[in-house]
């Protein structure tokens, strides 16, 4: 009996540059994303960060809006959007977000940019990593290491920027003096993109990420793939440019397509789930066909359904559109639609009543009855306001204290409010009452919040 090793350790991808319509829109996406990434950060707005997560604070700033832990609906509406948004885009072109937007695949493009600058294209890489170590070995894999972990730390950093006020972390950093969470969320992120771009690359997207898995759940048999016309292109083999083919098809076996792949596959196999959809494959085939004198389309964008049944674009693209597409589509858009009107109307005012359940009723002066409250505002705007406080819900209550406060733009305050009415004219047991707080510049700026008053 042969003893077989429990593990094989991955053979190493060098994945070939490739250029083409497919690269141009990988790489624009690139830029897109990562201009947004790094420059967010440093963006003002009212002369503060103008993308902030102030979680010591409890406030977040986007531009103009400012969310309190009280807007966690927005995040729960952020999430299903994306979550439907991925189905949306799987169903109708497979893995567009994991080839073009996922940061797996945004970082593992940039990292291999550095390493191509650096060490050369796929055949020195190859024959720099078989050669014996020696001083030019060791100069470029330092100069490519030192560069990865200086972006990965500069990723670490802005990530950490969008936390706490970048420009107060860049002068704590370079003072030495960064906070012991600063410190350790700049390295931990730095060092995973190191990890995951510069050494994991493909097996996090082979091993680790769960899309993969769960992808073929959202697929069809009219969902756009990227495929291998088999029929046109086999048998395959070596052949002369031109377009006689010697009782050959239109794939010449050069074995471009797989060595352009970041995660090593042989597309000419069929549908894998390693394919995260980057279309690279079609690119360095195109290049091949041009020339070859053949026409390119061999790896292309098409159906199951499409290939066996040979349709046209025109017919492909009106399949696209079937029912499960404009059932999402609809579901997605009225979804953003509701959000956007729910932000656009959102009071920017905060209240919540809070009762003092150590004097639940009491008696006071004057036999009054007395209940005791704690109410919270918040201002949610960034200019300072004056509200107005007032209560509704039984004929003889009143409010004790002052009935109205001031607050700084972005701000809360607690306030204690006490309630009474005269004894005799309300009767023991619970009552429904309300408070109103209302900003003394507007009217429409207002909230009811509701609560009880109680009687012995």
């Not at 969310?67 to 979550?83: E, M, R």
């Not at 009107?341 to 005012?349: E, F, G, K, Y």
């Not at 300072?384 to 204290?401: K, Q």
Request: charged letters at 20%; proline letters at 4%.
């Amino acid at each position: 009996m042969m003893n077989e090793p429990l593990y094989v350790a991955a053979a190493k991808i060098y994945p070939r540059a490739v250029h083409g319509w497919f690269a141009a829109w990988r790489w624009a996406l690139v830029w897109a994303t990562q201009l947004v990434f790094y420059g967010g950060a440093w963006l003002t707005w009212n002369e503060r960060q103008a993308i902030l997560f102030d979680i010591a604070h409890r406030k977040f700033f986007i531009f103009g809006l400012v969310f309190w832990p009280q807007d966690v609906i927005y995040l729960t509406v952020l999430l299903v959007i994306s979550a439907l948004s991925l189905f949306l885009f799987t169903a109708v072109a497979g893995r567009l977000w994991c080839g073009y937007a996922c940061p797996q695949t945004v970082y593992t493009e940039i990292f291999l940019w550095i390493e191509r600058r650096i060490e050369g294209d796929r055949n020195r890489r190859i024959r720099l990593d078989r050669a014996d170590w020696g001083a030019k070995k060791l100069g470029l894999k330092v100069a490519k290491h030192g560069v990865w972990i200086a972006l990965a730390l500069w990723t670490g950093f802005t990530f950490v920027g969008y936390f706490t006020p970048i420009r107060e972390l860049g002068g704590s950093v370079l003072h030495l003096a960064a906070g012991p969470w600063e410190t350790f969320w700049i390295l931990f992120y730095g060092f995973a993109t190191y990890g995951n771009a510069g050494w994991m690359r493909e097996q996090v997207c082979k091993y680790m990420c769960p899309y993969a898995r769960f992808q073929s759940a959202m697929f069809d048999r009219d969902t756009l793939i990227i495929t291998y016309d088999g029929e046109r292109g086999e048998p395959r083999g070596a052949r002369a440019k031109g377009p006689t083919r010697e009782g050959f098809g239109d794939c010449v076996d050069c074995g471009i397509c797989v060595q352009v792949c970041p995660t090593g596959i042989d597309i000419r196999a069929g549908l894998q789930y390693e394919c995260i959809g980057c279309a690279a494959c079609i690119d360095g085939c195109d290049q091949v066909m041009d020339k070859m004198g053949t026409a390119r389309g061999l790896i292309r964008y098409s159906t199951q359904t499409a290939l066996e049944q040979k349709f046209s674009v025109r017919q492909i693209w009106r399949r696209a559109f079937r029912p499960r597409i404009l059932v999402y589509s609809a579901v997605l858009w009225g979804i953003i639609f509701a959000a956007g009107v729910a932000l656009t109307l959102r009071v920017p005012l905060k209240v919540d009543i809070i009762r003092d359940r150590a004097a639940i009723a009491r008696e006071v002066e004057g036999g009054l009855i007395e209940n005791v409250y704690r109410i919270q505002v918040m201002n949610t705007q960034e200019a300072p306001r004056r509200f107005e406080l007032s209560v509704e819900g039984l004929p003889s209550l009143m409010l004790v204290g002052d009935r109205t406060l001031e607050l700084a733009g972005a701000s809360s305050r607690l306030v204690p409010v006490k309630l009474r009415v005269r004894p005799g004219q309300v009767a023991a047991g619970k009552h429904p009452i309300a408070f109103i707080v209302r900003a003394a510049d507007d009217a429409q700026v207002a909230v009811r919040e509701k609560s009880i008053f109680i009687v012995r």
